[in-house]
Structures are given as structure tokens and as C-alpha cells.
């Protein structure tokens, strides 16, 4: 088993920027490829980003591109998520997610954290 727990989140103005944290436990944190997903209000749990197990690959879902960027510290066992140029679309509560196999933790990760609420206000 894995344990994800996610930090970080707030309220932050548009164009404003947050950093979330989400701290592993229960295995080896570097067999793990690490992700972010998202849920706003009335929507479906979406995609965000996925970084490999040494971090030297990365995914983006198109929306985030450009203004948010995924990284992870093995030695830590944590991985991050840098959050700028926010706008209120971005509203959503963050989940942090992990998988062995780098296309499942795309698309349907074996392991999810509780999640961490980030609001933008415009």
C-alpha cells in the first residue's frame, strides 16, 4: 500500500501562484510514477500532470501547459506541483496519485491521496 497525503492548497487570487505537496509512505517511493488530478464542482475527476519514477519524464494535460510544472524529490518521497498564472477554472480539489506503470497513472492510478482544495478567485 501507498499513502498520499496533499498539502498546500488555498485561496489564491487569479494570476496568483501555489505549491502542493504530497508526501508518500509505505513503499519505495521511486518505484513509483507520481501524478495530479483535479475535480471541480459538478465535473468529472480530470487529468493534470504525471512525472516518471527519476522525474526525467513529465505529461501535461493541455490546459495546465505552460503554467504548471510537476516535480518530485525521491530522497523525500514527496512530489510537487508548482501552480502559476492561476485562473479561476483552475478551482478544483487536487488529488495526488500514483501508479507503477506510467500509462495508469494517467489514466486510472492504483493509489489516490484525499485531496487538497485550490480556489481562485477572479
Known amino acids: 500500500q501507498v499513502q498520499l497525503v496533499e498539502s498546500g492548497g488555498g485561496l489564491v487570487q487569479a494570476g496568483g501562484s501555489l505549491r502542493l505537496s504530497c508526501a508518500a509512505s509505505?513503499?519505495?517511493?521511486?518505484?513509483?510514477?507520481m501524478g495530479w488530478f483535479r475535480q471541480a464542482p459538478g465535473k468529472e475527476r480530470e487529468f493534470v500532470t504525471a512525472?516518471?519514477?527519476?522525474?526525467?519524464?513529465?505529461t501535461y494535460a493541455d490546459s495546465v501547459k505552460g503554467r504548471f510544472t510537476i516535480s518530485r524529490d525521491n530522497a523525500k518521497n514527496t512530489v510537487y506541483l508548482e501552480m502559476n498564472s492561476l485562473k479561476p477554472e483552475d478551482t478544483a480539489v487536487y488529488y495526488c496519485?500514483?501508479?507503477?506503470?506510467?500509462?495508469?497513472?494517467?489514466?486510472?492510478?492504483?493509489?489516490w491521496g484525499q485531496g487538497t482544495q485550490v480556489t481562485v478567485s477572479s
Open positions: 496519485a500514483a501508479d507503477q506503470v506510467y500509462s495508469d497513472c494517467v489514466r486510472r492510478p492504483g493509489y
Open positions: 512525472i516518471s519514477r527519476s522525474g526525467g519524464v513529465t
Open positions: 509505505g513503499r519505495t517511493f521511486s518505484n513509483y510514477v
